[in-house]
């Protein structure tokens, strides 16, 4: 039995005080080495960490390059305005009270109180404005890599909006902040909106991508016209501002000095590159008022000399300032639904039967024919009889020649041309396309469409190849497609002397103080195999049409200057409507689309312009009278006097006609 009363030996006690002993030295040699591990190695790497616990890094927007027509007129600038940026999860100090000297910190998700709060103090275009929005911003809070940034959710903040969330600011903070920025704001609206296009968030896709172009959820990018194709020089580098900030995220007014000490380095955005147009404005705006009344149509005015685009205009078109606010849902499915397409630049996204303006293709490739007589004259009666079928032309013109047959826009002429194997669907294809039709011109705007320039083998992909489409062909019917771009080529090419021109619209590109950065030099494509004979003949008829009073133009024929050019009546192949259409008062879908091409002066060409009513009817009443208000406006001719004949009321007949200007 052990007394427990006895004393302890020492000797048996002295094992166990240096076990003890050895054990304290190791713990507090453990933590003299962490602790020189944290203050002397480590040492800076944590004071980093300190610091950012009240250091924050803002994004500084670049401005974005500014678009400006020829004359320095501006298309496209900037406005200052406020953005709304949440941070769905944010780092705040594991100890709140010891403020910015906390070292340990933990991520927390926005409450749906402060979600709720947020969305109450904007104003939203519509319900599914509203529901889109808080979409946004839990789908931020359900992702916290990609929350714990700060994010755009909303661009263009009102005053009101702004006063409010400032007023709220305490019960928002930290998950909230307004910021600086700008808006785009197009100083001319609808009128050059398909040139100039719009702005829109960027797509989920492209940051996926992440091609080193460093978009951040929220950023805006062009997504049409000039705003999309010259993205990577309009939208500059964005810059970065250091700031002292406190526990609720909120900037510090007066921060300590070793706090601003540790901030690091401000850089300075780089600001957008600026694009200059070569389109002239007030030849713009002229071309967009001479649509009025028009529901749908386009309009290309090109230099026959360079290929420089002087105007370009579609209807519909939509402001695109509209695009830099939230549109309401009901509006934008009207516009997706309407039969009118105010989406679609109608001057390349779509490509028409180009009727009788097709016929200089035509007329060239029968001049290339050694057995062809341009003289001979050809006997209309208003109509031919070709496999069964019977071909009609406008009324019965007598007899007709080359010349003729284009000043009065003869039909029978071109289709006995057809028959005979004068023209041909391959003859025809390869005059086409040597000036520039059945493929896209080159000015890379809008999505450009190819249009369509049938062959024989085209025309068999689905069986036999039947010869009649040869003779809708050479009329510009049966499958031939062209976009009006497309037309003012091939116009252009026939009013210089056989030169095509590549369009292009962007003249140069600056630096924001001014530095050139890229000039455009004009680029002509191979010249088509086309005798200066055959061209000087198809022209003398084309000033015939306007010029001469059995012309189909020649009662829109401006005082003051010469014109030469043809008319286009294409028909579209419907007899009845669809449900929808007759909601539009004055949209009859079953009319011919009505085109003019012209260039002037005649003997000296410097501009052509071409233009298409949608389903406006004939050529020469709905068309013709756009296309000499252009030229009239560039050329500086006189107006005619007296009232011009009412949309609507067909041209007098030939050899009826009053000029407009006199003789």
Not at 271 to 297: C, K, M, N, R, Y
Not at 309 to 316: D, G, Q, T
Not at 343 to 350: G, L, R, W, Y
Request: aromatic fraction near 6%; include cysteine; glycine fraction near 10%.
């Amino acid at each position: 039995m052990i007394d427990l009363r006895a004393a302890d030996d020492p000797r048996l006690l002295r094992p166990r005080l240096q076990v003890m002993a050895g054990v304290a030295l190791l713990v507090f040699a453990a933590l003299l080495g962490r602790l020189c591990q944290l203050q002397i190695l480590e040492g800076a790497h944590y004071a980093r960490r300190a610091e950012q616990n009240f250091v924050d890094v803002v994004p500084v927007d670049a401005p974005r390059g500014r678009i400006f027509a020829s004359g320095g007129e501006p298309l496209a600038t900037n406005r200052p305005t406020y953005s709304l940026h949440v941070t769905a999860w944010v780092r705040r100090p594991a100890d709140p009270g010891r403020g910015a000297e906390a070292t340990v910190t933990r991520r927390e998700p926005m409450p749906d109180g402060v979600l709720d709060t947020l969305a109450s103090l904007l104003d939203f275009a519509d319900d599914e404005d509203r529901r889109r929005f808080l979409e946004k911003v839990r789908a931020l809070v359900a992702d916290e890599a990609r929350g714990r940034y700060a994010t755009r959710v909303r661009n263009n903040l009102s005053w009101e909006e702004n006063a409010r969330i400032q007023a709220r600011l305490d019960d928002l903070a930290p998950w909230v902040d307004v910021r600086a920025s700008d808006r785009r704001f197009y100083p001319v609206g609808e009128v050059a909106a398909f040139v100039t296009g719009h702005m829109g968030n960027v797509s989920s896709e492209r940051l996926r991508r992440q091609d080193g172009t460093g978009y951040r959820p929220g950023d805006r990018v062009g997504h049409t016209g000039i705003e999309r194709q010259w993205e990577n020089y309009l939208r500059g580098r964005p810059g970065a501002r250091p700031r002292v900030v406190d526990v609720r995220n909120r900037e510090v007014e007066d921060p300590p000095k070793a706090a601003v000490a540790s901030l690091p380095p401000y850089r300075d955005p780089i600001p957008g590159q600026d694009i200059h147009l070569t389109l002239e404005l007030d030849l713009q705006q002229a071309a967009f008022d001479a649509f009025e009344g028009v529901l749908a149509g386009g309009l290309v005015a090109m230099d026959v000399r360079t290929g420089a685009i002087l105007a370009m205009v579609s209807v519909p078109a939509i402001d695109p300032n509209l695009y830099e606010q939230p549109i309401p849902r009901a509006q934008w499915e009207a516009w997706t639904k309407s039969p009118l397409k105010p989406f679609i630049d109608k001057t390349v996204q779509e490509h028409f039967f180009p009727g009788s303006t097709y016929k200089v293709v035509s007329a060239l490739t029968a001049l290339q024919d050694p057995h062809f007589d341009p003289e001979r004259e050809i006997e209309c009666e208003g109509s031919v009889l070709y496999g069964g079928r019977r071909f009609r032309d406008t009324h019965a013109h007598g007899p007709m020649n080359l010349e003729q047959a284009i000043v009065q826009s003869c039909n029978v002429y071109f289709y006995t041309l057809a028959i005979e194997e004068i023209l041909t669907l391959e003859r025809m294809a390869k005059v086409a396309r040597a000036f520039g039709l059945g493929e896209r011109t080159g000015l890379g705007l809008n999505g450009e469409v190819r249009g369509r320039i049938p062959t024989e083998a085209f025309e068999a992909r689905t069986g036999t190849y039947q010869r009649g489409v040869q003779l809708n062909s050479a009329i510009g019917q049966g499958n031939v497609k062209s976009t009006v771009l497309q037309i003012a080529v091939l116009y252009a090419a026939v009013a210089n002397g056989g030169t095509v021109w590549t369009p292009y619209i962007v003249d140069r590109i600056t630096t924001h103080d001014g530095r050139l950065v890229f000039e455009t030099e004009p680029l002509a494509k191979p010249r088509p195999p086309v005798d200066p004979e055959d061209l000087a003949r198809v022209r003398r008829g084309l000033y015939g049409v306007v010029n001469d009073e059995r012309g189909t133009a020649y009662s829109e024929r401006p005082r003051g200057i010469e014109v030469a050019g043809k008319t286009g009546t294409a028909q579209v192949g419907r007899e009845e409507q669809k449900e929808g259409d007759a909601a539009i008062p004055g949209w009859e879908p079953t009319k011919d689309h009505a085109w003019f091409a012209a260039y002037a002066p005649a003997e000296d060409p410097q501009i052509v312009v071409v233009a298409l009513v949608e389903h406006g009817g004939v050529g020469a009443d709905a068309a013709a009278p756009i296309v000499m208000r252009v030229l009239e406006h560039r050329l500086g001719a006189v107006a005619a006097t007296g009232t011009s004949r009412p949309a609507g009321v067909p041209p007098p007949l030939p050899g009826t006609r009053t000029p407009r200007g006199g003789s």
